[in-house]
T-cell receptor, first 114, second 114 residues
Framework: AQTVTQSQPEMSVQEAETVTLSCTYD???????LFWYKQPPSRQMILVIR??????QNATENRFSVNFQKAAKSFSLKISDSQLGDAAMYFC???????????FGKGMKLTVNP | GAVVSQHPSWVICKSGTSVKIECRSL??????MFWYRQFPKQSLMLMAT?????????EQGVEKDKFLINHASLTLSTLTVTSAHPEDSSFYIC??????????FGPGTRLTVL
């Protein structure tokens, strides 16, 4: 079974600084997708960024970018120019190709200090 | 983006009673919806996949007679927790499938069973 591991339960960053959230996963599949979701205090899950495993280029969405290391099965999220509104729980998730099921990591709480 | 609502947002009930939670896709049709359970400071665990007009598919270990799912229309799925007990207290989140790559999440429902 596929697993997603987020080893850091909490992190903090100063406003305007950069922070990197780590995620590793385990799968024997070659066709899969990786996601980072944000869950703010409102509890609404929001998709931050998505990466297709077959793409070598790292996905980028404005201040959010990933470092996808397929051989190492690592999928980290970098948040640049951190803002107070970035404070939330962040979940790394995996979806096998052909499946609609998401497998989530345990999440990491990010605090942004003013 | 697409909007998914849940109702109620918070419910308190007595042990032994049943509780119904609604998940609606407000501006799109969703043939597939998903129900997750999230314990405090834990990840989201997929409970079941709800398909419009057919029986739900439950994940291993989830009691289908305990958690009744009905997806009677393209915009509404319901989760009924039958004969609720304190251990059923949790945060229940639904998501609606827009396409293979995209799920939009509802804001969640907090269930407290006394």
């Amino acid at each position: 079974a596929q697993t997603v591991t987020q080893s850091q339960p909490e992190m903090s960053v100063q406003e305007a600084e950069t922070v990197t959230l780590s995620c590793t996963y385990d799968t024997s599949e070659s066709d899969y997708y990786l996601f980072w979701y944000k869950q703010p205090p409102s509890r609404q899950m929001i998709l931050v960024i998505r990466q297709e495993a077959y793409k070598q280029q790292n996905a980028t969405e404005n201040r959010f970018s990933v470092n996808f290391q397929k051989a190492a099965k690592s999928f980290s999220l970098k948040i640049s120019d951190s803002q107070l509104g970035d404070a939330a729980m962040y979940f790394c998730a995996y979806r096998q190709g052909g499946s609609e099921k998401l497998v989530f990591g345990k999440g990491m709480k990010l605090t942004v200090n003013p | 983006g697409a909007v998914v609502s849940q109702h109620p947002s918070w419910v308190i009930c007595k042990s032994g009673t049943s509780v119904k939670i609604e998940c609606r896709s407000l501006d799109f049709q969703a043939t597939t919806m998903f129900w997750y359970r999230q314990f405090p400071k834990q990840s989201l665990m997929l409970m079941a996949t709800s398909n419009e007009g057919s029986k739900a598919t439950y994940e291993q270990g989830v009691e289908k007679d305990k958690f009744l799912i009905n997806h009677a229309s393209l915009t509404l799925s319901t989760l009924t927790v039958t004969s609720a007990h304190p251990e059923d207290s949790s945060f229940y989140i639904c998501s609606a499938r827009v396409d293979t790559d995209t799920q939009y999440f509802g804001p969640g429902t907090r269930l407290t069973v006394l």
